[in-house]
């Protein structure tokens, strides 16, 4: 890896001297916008949209667009003296226990290396991290702009996670009604959820998309068949009271895990009435991931 900043994590009077790593890198399938016919490459030129003319780079300003549709431009002696910070501090505000901090708040991830003359106080404030159960909040500049930020201990490394401002989580703006929830129901969900219970291991879960793409153009470069795999859609036929289809779901997992059923599954056992018309539920396909 190569380091991305260079500066100091400061915690009262001690200084640890550290190298930033990114912590994360995308794998997300990317295509190329091309010419069907000859697999060429799509550009695309820079026109004014006023005046329809092809503007050259060095022309280009920036401009901020008003929310009555107004822009204004901007130039770069305006920008210049907008406040910007270049230190090379990652400055320790407070410590707060790590279930005050929602995790919708984390942004971006990097490794903190010590420097050699600073493994002592890394290894300290590491230590001192998991014996209080706490993160440390901090403030940082990356880029020219400061940022909020956390220090938590992974493994046996120290890792900064960017956090983005309050006003950038947005507010759901709508509102559930469930209705009545009967105990019964409840009772045989947290029988589904214990048997469903585990360890979470992010190696159990694999990209099938990207290895598909990466398995079509292979075909296609070797020039052989392209074979399609049919697409599994789970529907059901028809619409089942909660409760049986929460019984069906615990009896499931426990054949999967070969457990039988056990007391408490039957004793939360309540047979529907019988309905008199039956719908059909739509067939839905997951959404293609981009």
């Not at 998309?209 to 470069?221: F, P, Q, R, T």
């Given at each position: 890896?190569?380091?991305?900043?260079?500066?100091?994590?400061?915690?009262?009077?001690?200084?640890?001297?550290?190298?930033?790593?990114?912590?994360?890198e995308?794998?997300?399938?990317?295509?190329?916008?091309?010419?069907?016919?000859?697999?060429?490459?799509?550009?695309?030129?820079?026109v004014?949209?006023?005046?329809?003319?092809?503007v050259?780079?060095?022309?280009?300003?920036?401009?901020?667009?008003?929310?009555?549709?107004?822009?204004?431009i901007?130039?770069?002696?305006?920008?210049?003296?907008?406040p910007?910070?270049?230190?090379?501090?990652?400055?320790?505000?407070?410590f707060?226990?790590?279930d005050?901090?929602?995790?919708?708040?984390?942004?971006?991830?990097?490794?903190?290396?010590?420097?050699?003359?600073?493994?002592?106080?890394?290894?300290?404030?590491?230590?001192?991290l998991?014996?209080?159960?706490?993160?440390?909040?901090?403030?940082?500049?990356?880029?020219?702009?400061?940022?909020?930020?956390?220090?938590?201990v992974?493994?046996?490394v120290?890792?900064?996670?960017?956090?983005?401002?309050?006003?950038?989580?947005r507010?759901p703006?709508?509102?559930?009604?469930?209705?009545?929830?009967?105990?019964?129901e409840?009772?045989?969900?947290?029988?589904?959820?214990?048997?469903?219970?585990?360890?979470?291991?992010?190696?159990?879960?694999?990209?099938?998309?990207?290895?598909?793409?990466?398995?079509?153009?292979k075909?296609?470069?070797?020039?052989?068949?392209?074979?399609?795999?049919?697409?599994?859609?789970?529907?059901?036929?028809?619409?089942?009271?909660?409760?049986?289809?929460?019984?069906?779901?615990?009896?499931a997992?426990?054949?999967?895990?070969?457990?039988?059923?056990?007391?408490?599954?039957?004793?939360?056992?309540?047979?529907?009435?019988?309905?008199?018309?039956?719908?059909?539920?739509?067939t839905?396909?997951?959404?293609?991931?981009?």
């Amino acid at each position: 890896m190569r380091a991305i900043w260079k500066g100091a994590v400061s915690f009262g009077l001690v200084s640890v001297p550290v190298k930033l790593y990114s912590a994360t890198e995308s794998h997300d399938v990317s295509f190329r916008q091309v010419h069907a016919s000859d697999g060429g490459r799509i550009k695309y030129q820079r026109v004014c949209a006023i005046d329809g003319e092809e503007v050259a780079y060095a022309d280009i300003a920036k401009g901020y667009e008003t929310e009555d549709g107004e822009m204004v431009i901007l130039t770069d002696d305006d920008l210049a003296d907008l406040p910007s910070t270049f230190s090379r501090e990652i400055a320790v505000e407070k410590f707060v226990p790590t279930d005050q901090i929602d995790p919708m708040l984390f942004e971006k991830s990097y490794y903190l290396e010590p420097e050699k003359t600073g493994a002592k106080p890394y290894a300290l404030l590491r230590q001192a991290l998991l014996d209080a159960d706490r993160m440390a909040v901090v403030t940082v500049a990356l880029r020219q702009r400061t940022s909020v930020a956390v220090l938590r201990v992974r493994d046996d490394v120290i890792v900064m996670q960017t956090m983005m401002w309050p006003d950038e989580i947005r507010t759901p703006d709508f509102s559930i009604e469930a209705g009545e929830v009967k105990d019964s129901e409840v009772k045989m969900a947290t029988m589904l959820v214990d048997t469903l219970a585990g360890d979470f291991d992010a190696t159990e879960f694999e990209d099938d998309y990207a290895g598909a793409v990466e398995a079509l153009v292979k075909a296609k470069i070797e020039g052989g068949e392209i074979k399609r795999t049919p697409t599994s859609t789970k529907s059901s036929g028809e619409v089942v009271y909660l409760l049986a289809a929460l019984q069906r779901s615990v009896k499931a997992a426990q054949s999967a895990r070969g457990e039988s059923g056990s007391d408490e599954e039957d004793d939360a056992d309540e047979k529907p009435a019988k309905k008199t018309t039956t719908k059909k539920a739509a067939t839905k396909k997951a959404p293609a991931k981009k």
